[in-house]
């Protein structure tokens, strides 16, 4: 079955374009021009991903967004935004966007991103049962978290601490955070990043990452204490407690 996309942008000529590149590259589309249209087709018919342009008369993209998130609905959602600047990113991400994109934008670069979100999105596949009769013995306890520079996370229900204090993260942050713990004390560059949360290198042009990782750093970073997540300039990014030593941290 082809994947459902609903569209809103009030910019007749961009939607329009828009919903026949989407539909020839196989998605069924519904495309409208508000957000009070958007929230109701998306309470009417739940797609599998929803693309949101934020500056939208009355009901704009974000609101949606936030009203969306609101009634616990996890449908990934694409923004298509303007703004550059990255208060405004901050602010699509703070209202529940999963990623966005900037205007103009290149259509190739909206599959991508679509597909991304799709594959996230996506059940992992079911455990084989096991033969009737074979017992299958619980996991231990502790093979289930992963641990790294007092952080504690919990794959399978997708939660995560800092000591004791749960962190309220979004898918997106919540992979890119597992990729760091796994990989605590080792240089991630960009390229590996991008490839391994969103499946494609949105080039060194890009600011996704830095959002991102901004936007993390907001929710892990407590006073007095040191901080996580280190900058190493022209590389990437690294998960260890303190600065120091052989990391440049540029923040």
């Known amino acids: 079955m082809p994947h459902t996309v609903l569209l809103a942008e009030d910019d007749r000529a961009i939607r329009n374009a828009l919903e026949r590149a989407l539909t020839l590259e196989g998605y069924r589309v519904t495309a409208v021009a508000d957000g009070v249209e958007a929230l109701a087709q998306a309470h009417r018919s739940r797609p599998d991903v929803l693309v949101l342009d934020v500056m939208m008369p009355g009901v704009d993209g974000l609101q949606v967004c936030r009203v969306l998130r609101a009634e616990g609905d996890r449908t990934p959602v694409l923004i298509l935004t303007a703004l550059v600047e990255t208060a405004d990113r901050i602010a699509g991400l703070d209202a529940g966007a999963d990623d966005y994109v900037v205007k103009p934008f290149d259509v190739e670069e909206v599959f991508a991103r679509l597909r991304a979100l799709l594959r996230r999105a996506a059940p992992a596949p079911a455990e084989p049962e096991p033969a009737a009769a ?8 502790t093979g289930r978290f992963l641990e790294a520079a007092g952080l ?13 204090r749960e962190l309220e993260l979004t898918r997106t942050e919540f992979e890119l955070l597992e990729l760091l713990v796994r990989n605590a004390g080792v240089v ?8 391994r949360i969103w499946g494609y290198d949105f080039g060194p042009g890009s600011k996704n990452l830095a959002v991102y990782v901004g936007y993390l750093r907001r929710k892990l ?17 690294v998960l260890r407690e303190g600065c120091g030593g052989r990391f440049a941290d540029t923040t």
């Open 134 to 141: 074979q017992e299958a013995e619980p996991p231990a306890p």
């Open 152 to 164: 504690r996370m919990d794959p399978q229900a997708r939660r995560a601490w800092r000591g004791d």
């Open 188 to 195: 991630l560059d960009h390229s590996t990043i991008y490839d």
């Open 221 to 237: 970073d407590e006073p007095g204490a040191p901080q996580l997540i280190h900058t190493v300039r022209g590389v990437g990014y």
